[in-house]
């Protein structure tokens, strides 16, 4: 379906997906205006673990995924959490989620995600040769393990991963040899598996950088501007904030955890849920170089600035609800033995963030029932790396009305 090029387009959202669509539709000359209802960064795009990993970008319903999680699920303690008695959104969400757990849906929402995942990197270096953000620092991501066993696991799935079409390179290591790269390894750890060639970010850092250069482009970020509502009007969009409307030529809703809200009244039908992940910094004597993996904690660290943040918990609640200080104590007691020169207690930064997740695994990213209202997020874990590149196949479809054939599995009215 063609459109004619809009004019002027309001991003909801200025999380990673917001601004970088944002960014890329400045580009290409469309006056831009970005409405948060906090401000830059305010929901998933902050306080995660930075990792720009294209090779770990899978779907998150996968049958293994339901053993370990039904397993879970009974302690407060556990990595994953889902509340006793689950309102009927989540109860709707669940049972997508394990509709979705084979091997056959698995595989095929993988081939649909590798087509984003190839052209992830190149969307940060376009981003960076302008000048925005920087490219993010080269490095393994380094996971380690307490049992030969747990390692057998992962190096299975990255086997299956490079199966499906996937970039997977891996090294497998000694715990010496992961201990002579990491330092903060403890001795617990017995064997070692990097993975080759992926990038890390200080989010919060390159998320300002991002506004800035939207702003220096031209566009405008305003903070503290809560939707309400939108109003399609055939030629226009209406973009309601409490008593102000405002009119558009199109509108893009990157509300993250909250997509839902907005969305569902132009026929996106998906639920949207927020996996609701936590992660606070410590120092360390010998700060890594590069990202640390534990999957048998279902934690994940890296370097920002000059501490090392920590992080981890899937926690199925609703994405206002307050932090639950229960979770930092499960990730700072999980990942204790595994680490060295690290001090656990000495805690900044405490924070929780709603990863928006689907049913399917996949992302929304699309026009909905209405021409000039379109939708991008439902990214789930993986928001941060696939933000760019969303942003420039969105910015394609936007601005010339033809759907670059890797958004096709991502249609937000499937
Ligand atoms: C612990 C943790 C670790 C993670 N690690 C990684 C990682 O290493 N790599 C990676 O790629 N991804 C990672 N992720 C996932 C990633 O953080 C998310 O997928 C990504 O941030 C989603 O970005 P977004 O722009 O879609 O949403 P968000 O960043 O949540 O932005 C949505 C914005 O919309 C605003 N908003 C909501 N409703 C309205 C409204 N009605 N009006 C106006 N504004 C509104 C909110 O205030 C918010 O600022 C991690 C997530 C967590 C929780």
């Given at each position: 379906m063609t459109n004619p090029t809009p004019e002027r387009v309001a991003v909801i959202g200025a999380g990673m997906v917001g601004l970088a669509t944002a960014w890329f539709l400045r580009q290409r000359g469309v006056a831009v205006t970005v409405l948060d209802r906090v401000g830059v960064a305010a929901g998933s795009s902050w306080g995660n673990a930075g990792w720009l990993s294209p090779s770990k970008v899978v779907p998150l319903p996968d049958p293994a995924v339901l053993r370990y999680g039904l397993r879970a699920m009974v302690s407060p303690s556990s990595p994953v959490y889902v509340p006793p008695r689950p309102d009927p959104r989540l109860l709707a969400f669940m049972a997508g989620f394990v509709r979705h757990c084979t091997h056959p849906a698995w595989r095929r929402a993988l081939t649909a995600l590798v087509g984003?995942?190839?052209?992830?990197?190149?969307?940060?270096?376009?981003?960076?040769?302008?000048?925005?953000?920087?490219?993010?620092?080269?490095?393994?991501?380094?996971?380690?393990?307490?049992?030969?066993?747990?390692?057998?696991?992962?190096?299975?799935?990255?086997?299956?991963?490079?199966?499906?079409?996937?970039?997977?390179?891996?090294?497998?290591?000694?715990?010496?040899?992961?201990?002579?790269?990491?330092?903060?390894?403890?001795?617990?750890?017995?064997?070692?598996?990097?993975?080759?060639?992926?990038?890390?970010?200080?989010p919060g850092e390159y998320l300002a950088a991002l506004a800035e250069a939207v702003r220096g482009a031209g566009g405008e970020v305003r903070d503290g501007v809560g939707v309400t509502g939108i109003r399609d009007r055939g030629t226009v969009v209406d973009v309601q904030a409490g008593a102000q409307v405002e009119t558009f030529d199109a509108v893009v809703i990157a509300t993250g955890a909250w997509l839902g809200?907005?969305?569902?009244?132009?026929?996106?039908?998906?639920?949207?849920?927020?996996?609701?992940?936590?992660?606070?910094?410590?120092?360390?004597?010998?700060?890594?170089?590069?990202?640390?993996?534990?999957?048998?904690?279902?934690?994940?660290?890296?370097?920002?600035?000059?501490?090392?943040?920590?992080?981890?918990?899937?926690?199925?609640?609703?994405?206002?609800?307050?932090?639950?200080?229960?979770?930092?104590?499960?990730?700072?007691?999980?990942?204790?033995?595994?680490?060295?020169?690290?001090?656990?207690?000495?805690?900044?930064?405490?924070?929780?963030?709603?990863?928006?997740?689907?049913?399917?695994?996949?992302?929304?990213?699309?026009?909905?029932?209405?021409?000039?209202?379109?939708?991008?997020?439902?990214?789930?874990?993986?928001?941060?790396?696939?933000?760019?590149?969303?942003?420039?196949?969105?910015?394609?479809?936007?601005?010339?009305?033809?759907?670059?054939?890797?958004?096709?599995?991502?249609?937000?009215?499937?």
């Amino acid at each position: 379906m063609t459109n004619p090029t809009p004019e002027r387009v309001a991003v909801i959202g200025a999380g990673m997906v917001g601004l970088a669509t944002a960014w890329f539709l400045r580009q290409r000359g469309v006056a831009v205006t970005v409405l948060d209802r906090v401000g830059v960064a305010a929901g998933s795009s902050w306080g995660n673990a930075g990792w720009l990993s294209p090779s770990k970008v899978v779907p998150l319903p996968d049958p293994a995924v339901l053993r370990y999680g039904l397993r879970a699920m009974v302690s407060p303690s556990s990595p994953v959490y889902v509340p006793p008695r689950p309102d009927p959104r989540l109860l709707a969400f669940m049972a997508g989620f394990v509709r979705h757990c084979t091997h056959p849906a698995w595989r095929r929402a993988l081939t649909a995600l590798v087509g984003l995942n190839r052209r992830a990197l190149a969307g940060f270096d376009a981003l960076a040769a302008a000048g925005v953000g920087g490219p993010g620092t080269e490095a393994d991501i380094l996971a380690a393990f307490a049992t030969t066993a747990d390692a057998d696991h992962l190096i299975a799935e990255y086997d299956q991963m490079r199966a499906g079409g996937q970039e997977v390179e891996y090294e497998v290591l000694t715990g010496d040899a992961a201990r002579g790269r990491e330092p903060a390894l403890s001795d617990r750890v017995v064997t070692g598996v990097a993975l080759r060639g992926q990038r890390f970010i200080n989010p919060g850092e390159y998320l300002a950088a991002l506004a800035e250069a939207v702003r220096g482009a031209g566009g405008e970020v305003r903070d503290g501007v809560g939707v309400t509502g939108i109003r399609d009007r055939g030629t226009v969009v209406d973009v309601q904030a409490g008593a102000q409307v405002e009119t558009f030529d199109a509108v893009v809703i990157a509300t993250g955890a909250w997509l839902g809200e907005l969305a569902r009244p132009f026929g996106v039908r998906t639920t949207v849920q927020a996996g609701r992940g936590y992660s606070f910094s410590v120092p360390v004597e010998k700060l890594p170089s590069g990202p640390l993996y534990f999957p048998g904690q279902r934690v994940a660290c890296t370097p920002v600035g000059d501490r090392l943040r920590i992080a981890g918990m899937m926690e199925f609640r609703p994405p206002n609800a307050p932090l639950d200080p229960r979770r930092v104590h499960a990730i700072t007691e999980a990942v204790r033995p595994m680490l060295t020169g690290a001090d656990l207690d000495a805690r900044e930064d405490e924070w929780v963030g709603g990863r928006p997740c689907t049913p399917d695994g996949l992302p929304l990213i699309g026009r909905t029932r209405a021409a000039r209202v379109f939708v991008a997020g439902g990214h789930g874990m993986w928001g941060i790396t696939l933000g760019p590149v969303t942003g420039q196949l969105l910015t394609e479809l936007i601005t010339t009305g033809y759907r670059p054939a890797e958004l096709a599995p991502f249609d937000p009215l499937r």
